[in-house]
Antibody, heavy 117, light 111 residues
Framework: QVQLVQSGAEVKKPGASVKVSCKAS????????INWVRQATGQGLEWMGW????????GYAQKFQGRVTMTRNTSISIAYMELSSLRSEDTAVYYC??????????WGRGTLVTVSS | IVMTQTPLSSPVTLGQPASISCRSS???????????LSWLQQRPGQPPRLLIY???NRFSGVPDRFSGSGAGTDFTLKISRVEAEDVGVYYC?????????FGQGTKLEIK
């Protein structure tokens, strides 16, 4: 079954970092990029950046430059998104998504990250 | 590129049509000639799901009551006959230029 399986919910204190994982199965992990999109509660979708599993190349939205790092482990088909210097405004559901056909044809179920003191 | 959807809320009677508009602040025609405008549906408590890509192409498994149209900066998603399972939030998205951006979302609800 083609799917992206994400890690579980996290609770972090302001200033801390969080690392979310996204495991691909049912397709060749290195064939497609992985993008990350977040959604604050009751809000819209916000694109964070992309990572090419084959090369490890990345591209980040300017808003997250310097705070986000996207990596991968191709041997186990997992992509990671690490966000540092967390603040309350980073509380959101973080999705990994597979780009295809000029959009995103496969989404993980999301990982809730709560930033609270 | 700023994506602006109207309306933000759309109460519809079951079996009736629905229409959502999406306008981009710049042309979405990519240098390769394609227009990377897509529509996503997000049901309550679910991740987004791809409905339409490149303006008017229905993704696999999407019912044919969903259709997309438009060009340049103005795009429309139409549902010919709304069903109960169509309740949710609909987003337009552009991938013609980085950073990728989404519309604010349109909440479709049943009257």
């Amino acid at each position: 079954q083609v799917q992206l399986v994400q890690s579980g919910a996290e609770v972090k204190k302001p200033g801390a970092s969080v690392k979310v994982s996204c495991k691909a199965s049912g397709y060749t992990f290195t064939t497609y990029d992985i993008n990350w999109v977040r959604q604050a509660t009751g809000q819209g979708l916000e694109w964070m950046g992309w990572m090419t599993p084959n090369s490890g190349n990345t591209g980040y939205a300017q808003k997250f430059q310097g705070r986000v790092t996207m990596t991968r482990n191709t041997s186990i088909s997992i992509a990671y998104m690490e966000l540092s210097s967390l603040r309350s405004e980073d509380t959101a559901v973080y999705y990994c998504a597979r780009p295809s056909r000029g959009s995103f044809d496969l989404w993980g179920r999301g990982t809730l990250v709560t930033v609270s003191s | 590129i700023v994506m602006t959807q109207t309306p933000l809320s759309s109460p519809v009677t079951l079996g009736q049509p629905a229409s959502i508009s999406c306008r981009s602040s710049q042309s979405l025609v990519h240098s390769d000639g394609n227009t990377y405008l897509s529509w996503l549906q997000q049901r309550p408590g679910q991740p987004p799901r791809l409905l339409i890509y490149k303006i008017s192409n229905r993704f696999s498994g999407v019912p044919d009551r969903f259709s997309g149209s438009g060009a340049g900066t103005d795009f429309t998603l139409k549902i010919s006959r709304v069903e109960a399972e169509d309740v949710g939030v609909y987003y337009c998205a552009q991938a013609s230029q980085f950073p990728l951006t989404f519309g604010q979302g349109t909440k479709l609800e049943i009257k």
